[in-house]
Every structure is written in C-alpha cells, then in structure tokens.
C-alpha cells in the first residue's frame, strides 16, 4: 500500500485574524462657562426690571388711593413797622405769621428748602430763605405756624425811587398792599414706605396794610387771609 502522496493531500487556507479592533474615541465638550454667565446675568437684569416696574405700579396705584392734596397756606397776621417814607434808608421791619396746613387724613409733610419774599406791585421788598438743616414736620390734618420778624433789604436807587414814589401815594390814602410769595418743597409720606416731592409755590395777594395817618406801624385787619397754591 502506497502512502499517501503528500501533494495530493488536501490543504486548506489558514485564516489570519487581525488581533488590532477598530474602536471610537468619544470626546467630551465641558459647558461655555461664559454663555452660562451671560443667561444668568440677563436673566438677574429682566428680573430687576419687572420688580422695577411691579413696585412704581403699586405706587402709583397706593397714590391714587389716598390721593394727596397740597398744603394750605394762610397769612394769619402781617405787621408792618418803620414805615417811614421821608427816611433815605427805607427799610421797614415786617412781621409775619403764615400758617401752613395739612388737609390729608393719612399723609405727613416734610417741608424744606422754604423760601419766601414780599414785594409790592411785583417789586421784591425782601427775600429769606429758610435754613435747610431746619425742616417743619406737619402730621395729618394739623397745621404749623412760622413767625418771621424781618428788616427790609436796601433797594437799588432805581426800584427805589419807582417804590417810594409809588407807596407814598397809597401810605397817605393808609392802605399799602403786599404779596407774599412762598416757594418750598413738600416730602409726603404715608404707610411708612410711600414718599413723594413736590415742589410748591404759594402766592398770598391783596394784603392790604392799613396805617393810621401820618403814622409808620400799620397791620392787615379782619383776620387773615388764604393763599393760592400752584
């Protein structure tokens, strides 16, 4: 018996298997730490606007509910004395009691930087302001009385020539007649967290001063008088 041929004996093809695997890199994008920043800042913006608006809104709406009203002016009394007309100095003394009233229920004023001046045919006589580290508090519906004793300011000779010529035509007929002029800025405040200003100007007319003939003191008779308020 022959052995077997080697050449007829049957090969069969050898496999080689790669032993490398194809693999896929996953690669990891972290946050913009930027784009995050400017959200949050937007958001922290549009946030601050609503409340913004939502807190002038209830403010406006608490106003229209209590509904403010201005300060009451009246001149209780105005003494004039040193009216002496033939003096080359002219400057008369004036006493003034003003009363300032509240007429609101639950509303307190704050009032400073008052002002105020009289003056006669729309010539100023004198001009004061008020200290502004003084302030008048004036609680709801109650009032406050402000008592000034003042010397008249010298007069340039033009306003002052025009002045006498005119106030000692009506000094002789005993009736001189002023204005007073008050100009101030009110605070209101309710509830404790309401607070508005108001710039305010009081115009007090037709303060007719009567003199006895020949004589330099002269007051405004029958009480006071009430002022217009702009």
Known sequence: MDPPNASATSTHPIRRLSGSRSTRSLRYRAPNSNFNARNVVRCLIATL??????????SFIAWLTF??????????SLAVSGFNIS?????????LELVIMNPNKKIIFFIDDFSFQVSYKGIPLLKRAMDSS?????LSNRSSEVEFELDAEKLSNKRKRKVLRDIEGDWRRGVVSFQVKVNMMADFRAGGWLSRQR???????????E??????????????RFCSVD
């Open 49 to 58: 606007i609503l409340l913004s608006i939502l807190a002038s809104a209830a």
């Open 199 to 209: 710039s305010v100007e009081a115009s007090c007319k037709d303060l007719s001063v």
């Open 134 to 138: 003084h302030y008048v508090q004036i």
């Open 87 to 95: 003096s080359p100095q002219f400057t008369p003394r004036y006493d």
């Open 211 to 224: 003199f006895l003939r020949g004589k330099a003191t002269g007051k405004l008779p029958d009480g006071g």
């Open 67 to 76: 509904h403010p009203h201005p300060p009451v002016f009246r001149v209780n």
